[in-house]
C-alpha cells in the first residue's frame, strides 16, 4: 500500500521502526553467560535455628547449621553424615554419577538441592526419592546426562531446572499438581511434541516462566500454565501453531519464537490475539511473508526480522496502538507504509525514492536507508518535502555520487559514508543551516573538489568526518579557525550497546545491497 493512502489513517500512532539487525525482556530470567546458557543461582533463605548441630562433610562448608556446601570439590560419591536438619545442599560442579536413594531419602527438611553440572544420568537418580522430599522448593538438575525426567517431584516445588541433559521425555507428574511451583526451565535438550504430556502442568497455575527453547518441538504445546508470564520457545522446528494454544495464557508479556519453521500458514489469524497483556514477540528468522495478523494491541517492540516479508499493510500492525519498535531488517520489502518517529530500513532491497514516498510521514525524525542500492537519479526531487522535522538521515552504504539536494532545514546529522562522492559544491548544504554532524568518510573526495564555502554558513557544525578518502581534507569549521578533524566522531543511533529486549547494535547490522527494488 502507498505511504500516502494512510496519512489520514487515525489508526496510525507514532511508533519507532527498526530494520537493522538487532534478544529483550528478560529482567527475571536467569542470567545468561557467553554460550547463551541460562545460568542460575539458587535461592537460600535465612536458615532457622534450633536442633542439634550438624555434623559438615569432608571437604564440604557449612555456613550455616541447616546449609552444606559442596560446590566444586570434585566429588564422586554423595557426601555421608549430613544431618537430617539440612535444608539446603549444593552439590553442583562435581563428578556425582549416581546418587543413592537411602542417605537423599532421609534429608526430610530439605527445601534446596543443587545437583547442577554432574554426571547423573537418569537411572543413577531415583524417583522414588522425591516422594520422601516433601518440603523440597527448589530443583536444580541442569548440566547433567538425564534422558527421561523424573516420573515425580515434590508438591512442594517452585523451581525446576533441568536444562542442557538430554531429555526426550517429561511426565505428568514432573511438573503437574505442583500449585506453588513458579519457574520450569527445560531449554537445550531433546525433546519433542511427543515427549511431553497433554496435562503437563496440570494443576500448576502458578508457573509464570517456562524455558522451552533449543529443544526439538514442532508445534507450540498446547494447555499452557495460564499465568505465564514468559515463554521461550526459539530454536525448536516450530512449524505450526495450534488453534487456541494461547487462548488462556492472559498474563503472558514475553514470547520468543525466533529460529523456528513459521510460515504464514502455520499462524491462525487469532494465534496472537488473545494475548492482551503480550509487550514483546519474536518472530525473527523464520518464514513469514506477512505481518501476522490479529496481534494484541499492547506489544511494544514486534521482531519479524530475516524472514521473507516483501511488503506491510495497514492490516497488520493498525491493532497495534503502543508499538514502539517494528524490527523488518533482512527481508525483502520494496515499499513501506507506516507513520514512525525513527524509520529504519538499512539492508533492504531499495534503489529509487520516489517523489510520494514519504508522504504521511510529517513526523519522522529519523530515517535510515543505508545499505541499499540507492542512485542519484534513483531519489526524485522533492523526496524530502514530506519530513519537515527530520534530524537525522543515514544514506550510508549507497551508490551517492553526489550529496542529495533539497534537503529539510532541520536536519542535523548527514551520514554519507561509504558512498561514491566525488565533490561537494559550495551550494551543497545551503537547504541545511542546522548541521551539527556530516559524515563524509570513505568516499572519492579529493582535497580540490571539497569545497570551502559549502561549510561557511553551517554555523552549528561540530564534527565533520572526512577520514579514508584518496586524499587528506582539511576543512576549518565556522568560527574556530582551526581544521575540523574526525576524532570526536558522534555515532549513529545503531552504535548503541544491546538492550535487554534485543534492541540492534551496529555491530550486528548486516549488509545486504545485491538487489534493486524501488520505493515508490
Same mark, same amino acid.
Given at each position: ?210 524455558? /522451552? !527453547?533449543?529443544?526439538? @518441538?514442532?508445534?507450540? *504445546?498446547?494447555? =499452557? #500454565? &495460564?499465568?505465564?508470564?514468559? $515463554? %521461550? +520457545? ?48 519474536? /518472530? !525473527?528468522?523464520?518464514? @513469514?511473508?506477512?505481518? *501476522?495478523?490479529? =496481534? #494484541? &494491541?499492547?506489544?511494544?517492540? $514486534? %521482531? +519479524? ?216
Amino acid at each position: 500500500m502507498p505511504l500516502g493512502r494512510l496519512e489520514k489513517s487515525s489508526l496510525w500512532r507514532p511508533l519507532l521502526l527498526f530494520l537493522s539487525l538487532s534478544p529483550l525482556l528478560l529482567s527475571q530470567a536467569p542470567p545468561i553467560d557467553d554460550d547463551n546458557q541460562f545460568l542460575y543461582t539458587p535461592p537460600i533463605p535465612p536458615p532457622s535455628h534450633g536442633g542439634p548441630p550438624p555434623t559438615c562433610p569432608a571437604l564440604c562448608d557449612c555456613p550455616a547449621p541447616e546449609t552444606v556446601e559442596c560446590g566444586g570439590v570434585d566429588l564422586t560419591a554423595f557426601p555421608g553424615n549430613l544431618s537430617t536438619h539440612t535444608r539446603h545442599l549444593s552439590l553442583q560442579n562435581n563428578q556425582l554419577k549416581e546418587i543413592p536413594f537411602e542417605p537423599l531419602s532421609r534429608l526430610t527438611e530439605l527445601r534446596t538441592l543443587n545437583l547442577h553440572n554432574n554426571q547423573l544420568s537418569s537411572t543413577g537418580l531415583p524417583d522414588e526419592v522425591f516422594l520422601y522430599l516433601s518440603r523440597l522448593q527448589y530443583v536444580y538438575l541442569a548440566n547433567n546426562r538425564l534422558t527421561v525426567a523424573p516420573r515425580f517431584l515434590p508438591k512442594s516445588l517452585r523451581i525446576a531446572d533441568l536444562a542442557a541433559n538430554a531429555l526426550t521425555e517429561v511426565y505428568p507428574l514432573t511438573f503437574g499438581g505442583k500449585p506453588h511451583l513458579s519457574s520450569v526451565y527445560l531449554h537445550n535438550n531433546a525433546l519433542e511434541n511427543a515427549g511431553l504430556p497433554d496435562f503437563l502442568f496440570n494443576g500448576s497455575n502458578s508457573v509464570s516462566i517456562l524455558i /522451552l !527453547s533449543n529443544n526439538q @518441538l514442532s508445534s507450540a *504445546p498446547s494447555r =499452557l #500454565p &495460564p499465568k505465564l508470564n514468559k $515463554l %521461550h +520457545l526459539q530454536n525448536n522446528r516450530i512449524s505450526w501453531i495450534p488453534s487456541g494454544a494461547f487462548s488462556q495464557q492472559l498474563h503472558l508479556r514475553e514470547l520468543y519464537l525466533q529460529n523456528n519453521q513459521l510460515s504464514d500458514q502455520g499462524l491462525q489469524n487469532d494465534t496472537f490475539s488473545k494475548l492482551r497483556s503480550l509487550e514483546y514477540l519474536d /518472530l !525473527s528468522m523464520n518464514n @513469514l511473508t506477512r505481518v *501476522p495478523e490479529g =496481534l #494484541p &494491541p499492547g506489544i511494544t517492540i $514486534l %521482531h +519479524l526480522g530475516k524472514n521473507r516479508i516483501s511488503s506491510l499493510s495497514a492490516e497488520g500492525v493498525s491493532r497495534v496502538r503502543s508499538l514502539e519498535y517494528l524490527l523488518l531488517q533482512n527481508n525483502e520489502l520494496t515499499a513501506s507504509s507506516i507513520h514512525p518517529q525513527e524509520l529504519w530500513l538499512k539492508s533492504n532491497l531499495i534503489d529509487r525514492l520516489g517523489e510520494d514516498a514519504l508522504s504521511g510521514l510529517s513526523s519522522l525524525a529519523q530515517l535510515h536507508l543505508g545499505q541499499n542500492r540507492l542512485r542519484d537519479s534513483g531519489i526524485a526531487l522533492g523526496s524530502w518535502r514530506e519530513v519537515p522535522g527530520l534530524t537525522l538521515l543515514d544514506l550510508s552504504g549507497n551508490q551517492l555520487t553526489q550529496v542529495p539536494s533539497d534537503l529539510p532545514g532541520s536536519l542535523e546529522y548527514l551520514h554519507l559514508q561509504e558512498n561514491r562522492i566525488s565533490t561537494v559544491p559550495p551550494s551543497a548544504f545551503l537547504s541545511t543551516p542546522q548541521l551539527r554532524g556530516v559524515f563524509l568518510r570513505y568516499n572519492r573526495l579529493t582535497a580540490l573538489a571539497v569545497s570551502q564555502a559549502a561549510f561557511s554558513t553551517l554555523r552549528h557544525l561540530q564534527v565533520l568526518d572526512t577520514t579514508g578518502n584518496p586524499e587528506p581534507i582539511s576543512i576549518q569549521l565556522h568560527g574556530t579557525g582551526e581544521p575540523a578533524t574526525p576524532t570526536d566522531i558522534i555515532p549513529t543511533p545503531t552504535e548503541t550497546s544491546q538492550g535487554t529486549r534485543g534492541l540492534p547494535s551496529q555491530q550486528e547490522t548486516s549488509r545486504h545491497a545485491d538487489t534493486n527494488e524501488t520505493v515508490q
